[in-house]
């Protein structure tokens, strides 16, 4: 594997570059994150980026706090970054895996959630060709002439992160892009559809039972036929590129991948659409619309509504199971047997993770598309699926596999907070949090307290250690279903700050709730929901005083997280305009106290509230701070504390009883 010696070596420093490398790795060694802008540090040169990388190479090992784990239990004691590579675009400059390396020491996160880094069809991040492959279009163009190629960079940006003691999350998806290098090289692993030659109906025994195995298996082998002679037409022998690949062998494999879809709608073979969240069974046919040489489906929920206004049209389910009716209304599930296994799909799926651990030692995976999973099963095993996603049954095959041999593998769900208890029970350690599509105002407040206690009654001696995110931002935050623009442009510096605050200091004791944030969140970067849905990068802010603030409450919660790890949540108050509540360890020789101004609807600052100490312990004495700042000032209280809040303020207040 290339080091990072190696590729600074191929992009011959300058003195200033080793300079600059220098500094970086300076700031490095005095704590994570640097004060220092993602925006200001995409400006660094390619060089200096390799020479701090370089440097830490010859300090320190590439190992995260995954490596040598017996469980998942890490995961749950780590905050996680969503980092899209395609979204480091910056001055001009495409996305590359060497851009993202440079962003990384900025980050508080001490786990990245890697985006899908696959190559896509229509500019979607989640519509990949194949999950098998690394886009090149994210490599550097000088690297890979030089000999380092897509697969020596993303290991690249693996290992710089494992040198910035950062563990690596591969995003697990259950579909690919309709037409995908992957649907054609194993057609066996999808539904296809097979049109008659007036586009009319199905070619197959049964019009209202088109899914099952031997129609599955039927389709398949017309589709193989036809990429066997687009193959063979082309001189060679997979749709899928190698690392070895000659220019030459690159693009007949790209014209014989082609020529294969074209083939294959020519001959009316047309892989069956991803259901919407909501669907029931499987896209059923419903016309061809012959102007734009498509078939449409039919989508329907359980009521038998058409739900097609939430499909995506783009994408296709892997084949888990055959023999799922097609969505038209009207349809009972008297008129079906119960579905049964595609184990060639189940086995793909479950195991893909596997290579991309075992070559380029990644930690953790993201399961997308699992946010409905319990609620989509006619049995309460979670073996007999309503549609056509992973099944709970699967899943757990999946986290098995993934931990096969390597114990410490974690696994987080995309799942909106809820339901904790179940997701905890196949497999999961963390389930993604819904503070994304929240303000912090009251309401939140409460419902935090309320998980909060609820994961405390699920902790034991015996108990599996598992969480819930408190999402500062998601990478969808800002989709017409969500907030339909980017979080930070709708909130502004003050509450964005204010979310941060409340994420860190809610988190407490061996229930603590891991922070979820996105690339971009530490200056107030915005447009990530764009960048995953088309060919673009991070509108970067480059906004210095939310970064200095940003570092500053990491390095206040990095100062009290050994007391704030062995401490709970005590008491508790929440108002409409502001709460409180206190932190203390078992032996009680200690509190924090944390208070917010929240969200409200007039905007008025609360003023001065008051917060009950223990009158037992007498007289506290310690220091306050107004965050975003760390320093802190001097307080004496006894029986009560007295704090003056203005609008979107926290306090956190680290008291000790006095001794005089």
């Not at 783009?314 to 023999?323: E, K, N, R, T």
């Not at 008129?335 to 993770?353: K, S």
């Not at 799942?415 to 105002?441: K, M, N, V």
């Amino acid at each position: 594997m290339a080091s990072w010696g190696d590729i600074a070596d191929e992009l011959k420093p300058r003195p200033e570059d080793r300079s600059e490398a220098a500094a970086l790795l300076d700031a490095c060694q005095a704590g994570l994150p640097l004060a220092r802008t993602q925006s200001s540090l995409l400006r660094l040169s390619d060089a200096a980026v390799a020479c701090l990388y370089a440097s830490l190479e010859d300090i320190r090992p590439a190992r995260s706090a995954a490596a040598d784990a017996k469980n998942p239990s890490w995961m749950a004691a780590s905050d996680f970054c969503y980092l899209n590579v395609r979204a480091t675009q910056h001055d001009g400059r495409p996305g590359t895996f060497l851009q993202a390396a440079k962003i990384l020491p900025a980050m508080a996160a001490d786990a990245i959630h890697l985006a899908p880094f696959h190559p896509v069809h229509f500019e979607l991040v989640r519509a990949p060709e194949s999950q098998a492959l690394i886009d090149p279009e994210l490599a550097d163009s000088a690297l890979t002439a030089a000999g380092l190629g897509p697969a020596a960079q993303l290991k690249a940006l693996v290992s710089a992160c494992k040198l910035l003691g950062k563990a690596v999350g591969f995003e697990l998806l259950p579909y690919l892009a309709q037409f995908g290098r992957d649907v054609l090289e194993r057609p066996e692993l999808f539904h296809w559809i097979h049109l008659d030659d007036e586009r009319a109906g199905l070619l197959c025994d049964d019009q209202l039972k088109p899914y099952g195995k031997p129609e599955r298996l039927a389709n398949a082998d017309a589709v193989r036929r036809l990429s066997l002679s687009a193959l063979s037409d082309y001189g060679v022998a997979t749709l899928l590129p190698q690392p070895k690949d000659r220019d030459a062998e690159k693009a007949a494999k790209d014209k014989a991948y082609y020529a294969t879809i074209h083939r294959c709608i020519d001959n009316g073979l047309w892989p069956v659409l991803m259901n919407p969240w909501n669907g029931v069974g499987r896209p059923g046919f419903l016309r061809y619309d012959r102007p734009g040489d498509f078939p449409v489906f039919a989508y329907r929920d359980l009521d038998g509504s058409d739900v097609s206004a939430e499909a995506s049209g783009v994408i296709v389910p892997y084949a888990f199971f055959d023999g799922l009716p097609p969505s038209h209304a009207g349809q009972t599930d008297q008129t079906y047997g119960l579905p049964g296994r595609n184990e060639q799909a189940i086995r793909y799926y479950t195991h893909l993770f596997e290579r991309w651990r075992d070559d380029y030692g990644f930690d953790f995976v993201r399961y997308t598309g699992v946010d409905h999973s319990l609620d989509s099963c006619a049995d309460d095993s979670g073996c007999v699926p309503l549609s056509d996603r992973p099944t709970p049954e699967i899943l757990a095959e999946a986290m098995k596999a993934s931990r096969q041999g390597v114990p410490g593998v974690g696994a987080l769900a995309e799942r909106a907070g809820r339901d904790p208890l179940d997701y905890a029970s196949l497999g999961f350690d963390l389930l993604s949090g819904s503070e994304s599509l929240r303000r912090i105002d009251a309401p939140l407040l409460r419902e935090s307290f309320l998980l909060y206690d609820r994961l405390v009654g699920q902790t034991g001696e015996t108990a599996r250690r598992w969480s819930v995110c408190f999402s500062v931002d998601t990478h969808d935050a800002g989709a017409p279903h969500g907030w339909g623009t980017p979080l930070a442009a709708v909130l502004g510096r003050e509450r964005m700050r204010l979310r941060h605050a409340v994420a860190r200091f809610l988190s407490v004791g061996p229930v603590r709730r891991p922070l979820y944030e996105t690339m971009g969140f530490q200056d107030l970067s915005t447009g990530l929901y764009e960048a995953d849905v088309s060919a673009r990068g991070l509108a970067w802010n480059d906004d210095a005083e939310f970064s200095a603030g940003y570092a500053a409450i990491e390095r206040l919660y990095r100062r009290l997280r050994p007391f704030l790890d062995s401490a709970a949540i005590a008491e508790r108050h929440v108002e409409p305009a502001w709460a409180w509540w206190t932190i203390k360890d078992r032996a009680q020789s200690r509190v924090v106290v944390v208070a917010c101004s929240l969200e409200t609807a007039d905007g008025h600052a609360p003023g001065d509230i008051k917060v009950a100490l223990d009158r037992q312990a007498g007289c506290f004495e310690g220091r306050t701070y107004h965050l975003p700042d760390d320093s802190g000032a001097p307080v004496i209280a006894e029986g009560s504390l007295t704090l003056s809040l203005g609008y979107l303020d926290c306090h956190v207040v680290d008291l000790s009883p006095s001794l005089f």
